[in-house]
Structure formats: C-alpha cells, structure tokens
C-alpha cells in the first residue's frame, strides 16, 4: 500500500512539473530540482523522478541520499546497470551518461552540498554508507 501511495506521489510530482516548466516542484531543500529518467534494470522500463541537483563545471550532480536510508535508490542501481538516462530541467530535455563521482570531487561536491542544503548532512548521519553522488556529463549531439 504504502509503494502505491509514493508511486503514485512521484507521478503526481513529475506531472506538474513538466505541467509548469518546472515552476511547481522545481526547488527541494534549497536545492534546484531536475526529472531524472532512467531505464529499469530488471523491467527495462523507463522510470522518472525529480531530484535536486548541483551544477559542476557543466556537468550536473545528483545525491543518492535516498532520505538516509541504509540502501541506494532504485535509480542508482537503474543508472550502474546503464549509465545513458536524460534529464529534464525546466522544460529542456537533456541526454546524459553517468558516473559515480571520485573520492576527491564528491569530497568537494559533498562540502558545497551540506553548505546549501544542511539537511543532507543528516542524512549522512543516519546511514552506514557513504552517500554516492552521480555526476551526470551532458552528451553532445552531432549536428
């Protein structure tokens, strides 16, 4: 009941984000929020969800956080088993592959994190694993 409910939220979120450009869900914990949408590792269905996100030297970063919880999201281990997904910002469809950030770059990323949104710095509180941080490089089309 309870996988029905937040299924049915994060379908309701999706939908009024791309319904208003982004004006509607388009900021979470001080953070701007990107959909995410990535192909199923067992289903091979396409799943979105709208996550808050850094910019990085034109790439954009993503948190697993998954509010603190001791395991990954299911977009994480979506995005190891195949790291091509597109992102929505606003109402700007964008191509990507992903990476799961170094030590040192998720260090710094991770600092900047916590200064703009502390509530992540809970979060690591609450878990035994170290919170991966996704960095997703823009692919560039070929005109």
Known sequence: ??????????RLMVSQYRRTKGKFGGQVA???????????????????????FLEDNGDYVIIASNGGQDKNPAWFHN?????????????????????????????????????LSPQYGGYEKKTTREIPMIILHPIQSQA
């Open 1 to 10: 009941m309870l996988k029905a409910i937040y299924s049915f939220m994060m």
């Open 30 to 52: 001080g953070l701007p929020v990107l959909l995410l949408t990535t192909t199923g590792r067992k289903s091979g269905k396409q799943h979105t969800t709208p996550l808050g």
């Open 79 to 115: 995005l190891k088993a195949n790291p091509n997904a597109t992102i929505e910002i606003k109402d700007q469809p964008l191509q990507v592959t992903a990476e799961v950030a170094l030590p040192d770059r998720r260090s710094r990323l991770w600092d900047r994190l916590v200064k």
